[in-house]
C-alpha cells in the first residue's frame, strides 16, 4: 500500500472527508460520480411532474409554494453537478449521458401527477422519503457531496411539510377531496418505499459504498426508517397505507411490510415506466430549444471580455 | 465544455466584517451572469449580503505530493510561541 492509500484509508477510518484533490482508488471516484449524478438528475427531472401543476394550483398561495419549491429542485440539481464536477465530469457531459439514457434518475418521476391529491402525496411521501435519505448522506465520506447535503436538507424541510398540508386540507374536506388522498397515497405509497433502492441482500453497489463511508445507512435500514416515521402521519390524517401486512410488530419494533413489485420497479428503472420517454423526451426538447440562449450568451461574454463588473 | 460556459467558484460573506467563505460553484457566461447565478443558487434565504465569483480556473493549490512538506507544523520552531520565554514573576502586563 503506498502513502496515498495510506492516507486515504485513515480519512475514512477516522470519519474525516475526501475532498477532491486527495488521492482516492478509482472504484470509489466512479461510485461517488454515479451516485451524485443520479442524485442531480433526480432533482431536475423531479421538476417535471409538479412543474404540470404549476398553471393550475388550486389558489396564488399553493402556487407561490409549488414555484418555490420547484425553484429549490433546481438549485438542488445545481449544487449536486457541482459535486459531481469535483470528480472530473463536466456538466455537459452528465447531460449527454442522461439523454443518451446512460444516466439514471429516480424512477418514482417516471409516474404521472394525475392531480391536485398528487402535488401533496409527492411532496409527503416521495419528498419525505428523499429527506430520510439525505439527512443519512449528511454524514458521508465525500466533502463536497457532504456539504451538499447540510444544504439541501436545510432548505427541503418546507417541501414535506408543504405535502402533509395538501393531503391534510384534502383528507378534511369533501368526501371527494378525500378520497382523491387516499388514491394519491395508494399510488405512492410503494413506489415511495421502493425509492430506496433493492433490498441490501440485492444491492449491486451497496457493500463498498458503507465499507467506505460513501452511504452510512443501508437501503433497508433507511426504509424501515421512512415507514416507521409515515404510517403513523397517514393516521393522523385518517388514510388507510395500501398494505393490509403494514402493521406495528411489537417484536422487532417496526412497522411490517408486504413483499415489494420489484419487476415493476426494474420495468420503470429499465424504462417501462408510465412517463420515461415523456420526461426525457421534455428534457431534451428544453435544452435544444434554449440552445439560443447559450449562444447569445457566449457572444455576450466574448463582447463583455475585458469588463470590470 | 461549450465555449463560454465556464466553472465559477462562489463565495459568500454572511454578515459584514464575517470573512468570505466558500459555498461551491456555478456555471456562467460571463461574469455577470456568474454572479446572477451565484446568487440564485447560493443565496434564496438570506445566506449573505455580498458575493464573490472566481474562475474556477484562477485557483491555485499546493500538489497533492508536496503537501506534507508544505503544511509541515514545524514543530522544532518553539521559539515561535510565546509559551517558549521565560519572563519572571513581577512584570506585568506582558
Known amino acids: 500500500m503506498d502513502k496515498f492509500e495510506a492516507a486515504f484509508n485513515d480519512i475514512i477510518a477516522k470519519d474525516l472527508k475526501v ?6 482508488p478509482e472504484e470509489y471516484r466512479k461510485h461517488v460520480l454515479r451516485q451524485v449524478s443520479q442524485h442531480a438528475h433526480s432533482e431536475v427531472i423531479g421538476m417535471q411532474p409538479e412543474g404540470n401543476w404549476l398553471l393550475r394550483a388550486p389558489s396564488l398561495r399553493s402556487k ?25 465530469m463536466s456538466r455537459e457531459e452528465m447531460i449527454n449521458q442522461l439523454h443518451a439514457g446512460k ?50 436538507c436545510k432548505e427541503e424541510s418546507f417541501h414535506q411539510r408543504q405535502g402533509y398540508e395538501i393531503m ?11 378520497e382523491m388522498a387516499q388514491d394519491a397515497l395508494n399510488r405512492f405509497w410503494f413506489p415511495s418505499l421502493m425509492m430506496f433502492g433493492p433490498h441490501d441482500a440485492d444491492s449491486a453497489h451497496s457493500s463498498k459504498a458503507m465499507e467506505w463511508k460513501i452511504k452510512r445507512e443501508s437501503n433497508d435500514q433507511l426504509r424501515q426508517k421512512f415507514i416507521d416515521k409515515t404510517v403513523p402521519q397517514a393516521e393522523f390524517l385518517g388514510l388507510t397505507v395500501p398494505d393490509p401486512n403494514c402493521k406495528w410488530n411489537e417484536t422487532t419494533g417496526h412497522y411490517d411490510h408486504s413483499p415489494f413489485n420489484w419487476d415493476e420497479f426494474w420495468a420503470v428503472v429499465n424504462g417501462d415506466g408510465p412517463c420515461n420517454t415523456e420526461r426525457l423526451d421534455h428534457h431534451k426538447k428544453a435544452h435544444n430549444d434554449n440552445a439560443w440562449v447559450r449562444d447569445a450568451a457566449v457572444a455576450y461574454a466574448k463582447k463583455t471580455e475585458g469588463s470590470l463588473v | ?32 451572469m456568474a454572479v446572477q447565478n451565484a446568487r440564485d443558487a447560493y443565496c ?42 521565560v519572563i519572571p514573576d513581577g512584570v506585568e502586563n506582558l
Not at chain 1, 419525505?128 to 439527512?135: D, K, L, P
Not at chain 2, 458575493?51 to 507544523?73: G, H, K
Open chain 1, 19 to 24: 475532498e477532491p484533490r486527495d488521492w482516492m
Open chain 1, 64 to 88: 407561490q409554494v409549488l414555484l418555490a419549491k420547484i425553484q429549490d429542485e433546481g438549485g438542488h440539481g445545481l449544487y449536486l453537478y457541482s459535486v459531481a464536477e469535483t470528480l472530473g
Open chain 1, 103 to 152: 444516466a439514471k434518475y429516480s424512477s418514482i418521476f417516471n409516474y404521472p401527477a394525475l392531480n391536485w391529491a398528487d402535488m401533496g402525496a409527492i411532496g409527503w411521501l416521495v419528498d419525505g422519503a428523499a429527506i430520510v435519505n439525505q439527512v443519512s448522506l449528511q454524514k458521508t465520506s465525500y466533502g463536497p457531496y457532504s456539504r451538499g447535503m447540510v444544504r439541501i
Open chain 1, 168 to 178: 391534510l386540507h384534502m383528507a378534511r374536506g369533501t368526501k371527494e377531496q378525500k
Open chain 2, 1 to 32: 465544455m461549450e465555449s463560454g460556459d465556464k466553472v465559477w467558484e462562489v463565495f459568500i460573506q454572511k454578515k459584514s466584517g464575517l470573512p468570505f467563505k466558500h459555498a461551491g460553484s456555478v456555471h456562467g457566461y460571463d461574469k455577470k
Open chain 2, 44 to 85: 434564496r434565504r438570506g445566506e449573505g449580503r455580498e458575493l464573490w465569483v472566481v474562475p474556477a480556473n484562477c485557483i491555485v493549490s499546493v500538489p497533492m505530493d508536496e503537501a506534507e512538506a508544505y503544511f509541515d507544523p514545524q514543530e522544532d520552531k518553539i521559539y515561535r510561541h510565546p509559551t517558549f520565554y
